[in-house]
């Protein structure tokens, strides 16, 4: 970590620290201001005392950011459209990253002071597609192209339909477990259990349930929400230092053979597909000394593109050999081979079987692209997990008592914790951001309706009015951020 720094001038020093304390912070206020919900079920429940509760939901938040992957991570960062990706340059990465984390922090305190649970990943995507708008609307790009639209449908869909999942699950859940057990104490909320039996905490095994569950929540937390802060920190390095990190020079001499053998087979796949891809393609058209300039993703130039890579890639065993704008274009080539194979994989003239063979080859052309340094991944768990351990109060308060007419029973508390962590695993398993406040906050509204319960009108339009409202908030504070840097930049 320590050459991070070596050769830089002293005003990109100053502005690289700057960037990754603000992407720190950002993961910092996430730790306590989504970790709550984690935590607010355990602690309302009186399932466990809320300083042991938080230390523990801190130290399963970084283990999962440590063991979650970068999956999520790189979802996150191919929101941007890829010709952002590959032409950004240390003063528009600058302008990118802080604007986009201005507008995430400033919404999430804002709804952090007002106890509001709104999402941090609502917050951070809304920030991202406003970066993007903004850069497209300021280089004349159709808005069509400013975003990677098909990614952010995706997430998109994930973020919507993910509270109506934890809804529905914890509300059939807790029917379940009343079918089960009607007269059971888990059906008491806190404050019944200790006038009429005289207890303060749950009945042993809701306890160790409500324990667990929280434990689990708070981890698959981690290794999702987590993830969003490790895909900024390499928007960052890519951005300020692209030379350094544009591709893992850890990569072993297999990897770099791994991505050079996809390349080729990539183009094998392609001849052998001409009849369908030839046109699309323009194959056997376009010639070596085709590619522009100022290198964009053409799906024409894919064949210029592959002989370029196979000549930069020729006997290399180690990126170290490479120099810095080597490394710039080989990273070129790989983003825009991969999104050029993306759109292929979508014609509904190519096979079933040929679609999987060319989802394996993109997985094998990423394989040195998509990457984090441990310091980087150790770092963020750092920041989150710290920043579970403070700020937990205002929103456990909601979860526990404001969302429902009536306090939280035991087996309500277990139904939302136990759906929060299925749903966030599945989101994991697919790479897919999702937000745990939304998905713990409507599993436990589902509740309250299928323990005829009520809902507490004020608060549950509070939420639904962060839902709505945190995208195009976000959108219109990054974008218009974005556009006051690139002013001043210009």
């Given amino acids: 970590m320590i050459d991070l720094f070596s050769g830089l001038d002293a005003w990109v020093v100053v502005s690289l620290v700057l960037a990754l304390a603000f992407v720190l912070t950002f993961e910092f206020i996430n730790g306590f201001h989504d970790t709550a919900n984690a935590v607010a079920t355990v602690i309302y429940t009186k399932a466990m005392p809320p300083q042991l509760a938080v230390l523990l939901s801190g130290i399963f938040n970084f283990l999962g950011v440590l063991l979650g992957g970068v999956g999520v991570a790189y979802a996150i960062v191919h929101l941007l459209p890829v010709e952002l990706l590959i032409n950004v340059n240390t003063g528009h990465g600058l302008a990118m990253v802080f604007s986009l984390l201005a507008a995430a922090i400033t919404w999430n305190l804002g709804t952090w002071y007002f106890g509001i649970p ?190 370029a890579l196979l000549r930069t890639l020729n006997g ?87 969302i429902g007419k009536q306090g939280m029973t035991y087996a309500q508390g277990m139904s939302a914790q136990i759906t929060t962590t299925l749903a966030i695993g599945v989101a994991n398993v697919w790479a897919l951001p999702v937000s745990t406040t939304h998905i713990l906050s409507s599993g436990v509204a589902g509740t309250m309706i299928a323990n005829k319960s009520g809902l507490q009108g004020g608060t549950v339009r509070n939420i639904l009015l962060a839902w709505v409202l945190t995208l195009p908030a976000t959108v219109a504070l990054a974008a218009g951020l974005f556009w006051l840097a690139s002013k001043a930049l210009a």
């Fill in 118 to 307: 709104a999402s941090s990943s609502h917050t951070l995507i809304g920030s991202i597609l406003g970066v993007g708008l903004a850069n497209a609307l300021i280089n004349n790009i159709p808005l069509a192209d400013g975003v990677n639209w098909q990614k952010a449908i995706d997430i998109g869909a994930s973020l919507v339909f993910s509270p109506l999942v934890g809804f529905a699950v914890s509300a059939l859940l807790l029917l379940g477990l009343k079918w089960w057990r009607p007269l059971s104490k888990m059906h008491k909320t806190p404050d019944q259990r200790r006038q009429v039996d005289d207890k303060k905490h749950p009945p042993f095994w809701n306890r160790l349930v409500l324990v667990i569950s929280a434990m689990t929540v708070s981890f698959v937390h981690g290794s999702n929400d987590g993830q969003k802060g490790i895909g900024l920190i390499m928007l960052v390095l890519i951005g300020i230092v692209p030379a350094q990190f544009v591709l893992d020079l850890s990569s072993t001499t297999y990897q770099i053979e791994r991505t050079r053998d996809a390349t080729l087979h990539l183009s094998q796949f392609y001849q052998r597909n001409n009849d369908v891809l030839g046109e699309f393609l323009a194959l056997g058209k376009a010639k070596d000394n085709d590619l522009p300039e100022r290198f964009s993703c053409n799906p024409e130039q894919t064949e210029p593109t592959i002989n």
């Fill in 316 to 402: 290399v065993a180690d990126y170290h050999s490479l120099p810095p704008e080597s490394r710039i274009e080989v990273r070129r080539y790989l983003l825009c081979l991969d999104d050029t194979a993306k759109k292929v994989s979508k014609l509904p003239a190519l096979g079933a079987r040929e679609k999987a063979d060319l989802d394996k080859l993109r997985k094998d052309l990423t394989t040195t692209t998509e990457y984090a340094p441990f310091w980087v991944i150790f770092a963020v768990a750092l920041a989150l997990g710290l920043g579970t351990m403070i700020g937990w109060k205002r929103v456990v308060l909601t979860i526990g008592e404001k």
